[in-house]
């Protein structure tokens, strides 16, 4: 379900990004990204039901470009490296498909960098 950005083909995919800046939230938000980071982890929209379904609890709470908590598929959602060590520690909890490529990649999102982004469609 999981697949490194070298391996993507066309542009139908959800991103999961590093956040390897250190400013305030809302800047973060407006500019702490670029689409297709190299190290970047995605998932196809044609596995986006069987990922939503595993995998949408994690990642229900975040920070907002509008100021709110809510995630939104379509848009930026931003989690501290607080948020990412509560999601790490849940998901080895729950064991859900294909756990251990998106824990390996959450570890580093917690010891290297400043949490991650999930980059929607």
């Known amino acids: 379900m999981f697949i490194p950005c070298k391996n993507r083909n066309g542009s139908a995919y959800y991103e999961f990004q590093y956040c390897k800046k ?9 500019k702490g990204y670029d689409f297709w980071a190299e190290d970047s982890l ?3 929209i044609d596995d ?27 848009g930026v959602n931003y989690y ?26 959450l570890y580093k999102a917690v010891t290297d960098y400043n949490g991650f982004f999930f980059l929607g469609i």
């Open 22 to 30: 250190d400013m305030p939230v809302k800047k973060l938000l407006d």
């Open 42 to 44: 995605l998932v196809h």
């Open 48 to 74: 986006d039901e069987e990922f939503f379904k595993n995998y949408l609890k994690y990642l229900s709470y975040t920070n907002a470009p509008d100021g709110t908590n809510e995630f939104c598929e379509y």
């Open 80 to 105: 501290t490296r607080e948020q990412t060590k509560a999601i790490l520690e849940k998901i080895k909890e729950d064991i859900p498909k294909d756990f251990e490529v998106l824990t390996g990649w």
